[in-house]
């Protein structure tokens, strides 16, 4: 029997709608600049051939309805409304076609950033991670199962700030469509159950403050909400 130090935290489990049943969160796999206008507001254009990624600790993710901290370090703290897709089955280098029968299910996720230091580290060619992966920095809210929602084009993304709506388009703006991103992914990393992908955000991302709530939504998914409390 082995003679183990300490014991790690629980994985993060999110509920499944209308079930008992939980989802077990492994990691975390980001697309990065997936909406032109969002790419554009941040000061550059999309790259059409091919997504790029960055990655978030399922350890530093909470569920939706949590009231957090406002992070330490950052002086500019935004939102970004994202379609979470969580997998169900192992996928490596698969076909588009193939890849879109692995999704176990869809969500609503915010990717939480504390943009100055995101800004500051690319502009030194260097990592992003004090920028994204940062405690309490991904938000992911009830599951909905394949079987029950698809992420047709005409469906809405949205998110307001103390009911001002700040973010709001639809997911025909997905540059990279899910079953292209699996494809994509899956060339590098043998995917698997307890994958979860952010999809990208839409333009209107923002700074926060603290005692700000955050309510966000996709058309026919359990929407999401988040309370900024002051920093600790």
């Known amino acids: 029997m082995s003679d183990t130090l300490f014991s790690l935290p629980d994985p993060i489990e ?3 709608h209308g079930e008992s049943s939980f989802y077990p969160v492994g990691r975390i796999f980001c697309v990065g600049r997936n909406y032109a206008a969002h790419a554009a507001e941040m000061g550059h254009e999309v790259d059409r051939e091919a997504p790029f990624y960055f990655t978030k600790s399922a350890a530093n993710a909470v569920l939706s309805g949590a009231t ?3 992070p330490s370090g950052t002086q500019n ?3 970004e409304m994202e379609l979470a897709v969580a997998l169900g089955k192992p996928v490596f280098n698969a076909k588009p076609a193939e890849a879109a029968d692995a999704v176990y299910a869809y969500g609503c996720a915010l990717d939480m950033t504390r943009r100055d230091l995101q800004i500051r580290e690319r502009n030194k060619q260097r990592p992003w991670d004090l920028g994204k ?3 309490n920095g991904t938000v992911l809210a009830p ?3 394949a079987s029950d929602w698809m992420p047709e084009d005409d469906k809405r ?3 307001s700030v103390n009911g001002d709506v700040r973010q709001d388009a639809t997911l025909h703006e997905l540059i990279w469509k899910i079953d292209e991103i699996i494809s994509h992914l899956s060339g590098y990393y043998h995917l698997r159950p307890g994958d979860i992908i952010l999809t ?3 333009a209107g991302v923002g700074a926060l403050a603290p005692g700000d709530v955050l309510e966000g939504g996709i058309d026919g998914l ?3 909400s988040l309370t900024l409390s002051d920093p600790e």
């Open 68 to 70: 957090v901290p406002f």
């Open 200 to 202: 990208g955000t839409p």
């Open 77 to 79: 703290f935004h939102h």
């Open 222 to 224: 359990q929407p999401i």
């Open 133 to 135: 992966d940062l405690e």
């Open 14 to 16: 999110v509920p499944i």
């Open 157 to 159: 993304i949205f998110l």
């Open 143 to 145: 599951l909905t199962r």
